[in-house]
């Protein structure tokens, strides 16, 4: 009987004095309940993020519900730990449907400033006119630079939910980062050097701003739009094929900025209701309000503009007029593409000042 009852025990690892023997193997981690999808179907574009994240895995919830970084799709742990620093759980807050495309796009058309800009192709040129370019390329990786610190900055705050936003805003960052590189590196190349610093009102709204979209509303709408109006008026400003293919690369950055700005504001005004629309009216107001005070005051950007704009001083303040209405009207027609439409009626009478006399 004694040998009947005897039960078969499972081998168990050798003590080692001192040493705490390890748990056996738990594999129940292997069968938690996530969708197991198909095999995908790599295209000519490759492996893109968006035929990755298909299935239940490309279902974003207009809440996010978890406080660390539990990747979308995942299994949640029983020891979640503690909360990561996000404060933006809410998807109307920064979704674009089109964020995962214009991460795939920022990829695959960075570019290089030390090998893709034919550098060698800038010759001498006279004084005032170096000292204009100079100026203008000082003013451009200015804001660059801020655009790129703020949004930095920001991204800490969304949750990882959204993680099409947050990498799509990581090469936005990049895109800044190479723009301060590039201008800095003209006003460099040429015998002239670093022009006069802005008025900074524009920098320091964007700093300060307090929602995501606000942030994108300065940064990506109304700088944006300013300054890829700017970038195809390069033929004109830039002196040389250097000069040409920073403005021409640079304005293919800013394009992809103002296509997510533009899904982003739709998302958003879609998801909302009349305060929604109430707070960009006050956000562009205020945005315009400062951009208005920095072009107002700024003398060394609007007489650089002026010399670089024409032969003569009159021709060169037509240029200036013409190129603050081209800023306008993209200005207004992002806004409309993103379905906030009239807004041209209700331009702030300090923007409408520096467009009409510049």
């Known amino acids: 009987m004694a040998d009947a009852e005897t039960k078969t025990e499972e081998p168990v690892a050798p003590q080692i004095p ?7 193997l738990d594999m129940s981690w292997a069968k938690v309940p996530t969708e197991r999808p198909p095999k995908p179907v790599i295209g000519a574009e490759g492996f893109t993020l968006r035929l990755a994240d298909a299935g239940a895995y490309a279902w974003v919830p207009d809440v996010w519900p978890y406080e660390n970084d539990t990747p979308r799709g995942s299994y949640p742990s029983k020891d979640m730990g503690m909360p990561a620093p996000y404060t933006i759980f809410n998807k109307a807050d920064v979704w674009a449907e089109n964020a995962a495309d214009l991460y795939e796009l920022g990829i695959k058309e960075q570019w290089k400033p030390a090998t893709q ?17 100079d100026q203008i390329c000082s003013n451009f990786s200015e804001q ?38 590039a201008f800095r590196k003209r006003a460099l190349a ?5 022009g006069v610093q802005t008025p900074g009102f524009f920098n320091r709204t964007v700093t ?19 300054m890829l109006a700017t970038c195809e008026m390069g033929e004109k400003i830039g002196r040389s094929q250097a000069d040409r293919q920073l403005f021409e690369l640079t304005a293919n950055d800013l394009r992809r900025h103002l296509a997510f700005a533009i899904e982003h504001l739709r998302h958003y005004l879609l998801m909302g209701d009349d305060r929604k629309r109430r707070n960009i ?4 107001e205020r945005g ?40 306008l009207r993209k200005y207004i027609l992002t806004l409309e593409a993103a379905t906030y439409r009239g807004h041209g009626d209700h331009i702030t009478a300090a923007m409408r000042d520096v467009i009409d006399n510049p």
């Open 190 to 194: 040429n015998g002239g050097g670093l």
């Open 117 to 133: 800009i034919s550098w060698g192709s800038i010759e001498p040129l006279a004084d005032h006119i170096e000292a204009a370019i």
């Open 208 to 226: 300060a701003s307090f929602k995501f979209t606000e942030m994108i509303i300065y940064m990506n709408v109304i700088r944006g739009s300013f």
């Open 18 to 24: 001192g040493i705490i023997t390890p748990p056996g």
């Open 281 to 284: 009216r006050v956000w562009l």
């Open 144 to 181: 660059a630079y801020n655009s790129t610190t703020v949004l930095m900055g920001n991204l800490k705050d969304i949750s990882y939910g959204f993680h099409e936003v947050k990498l799509y805003l990581s090469t936005q960052v990049f895109d800044h980062a190479r723009h301060v590189e």
């Open 288 to 327: 315009e309000i400062m951009m208005a005070a920095d072009l107002k005051r700024d003398t060394p950007l609007r007489e650089a503009f002026i010399l670089a704009l024409g032969d003569t001083v009159a021709k060169g303040k037509e240029g200036l007029k013409a190129l603050r209405e081209a800023q």
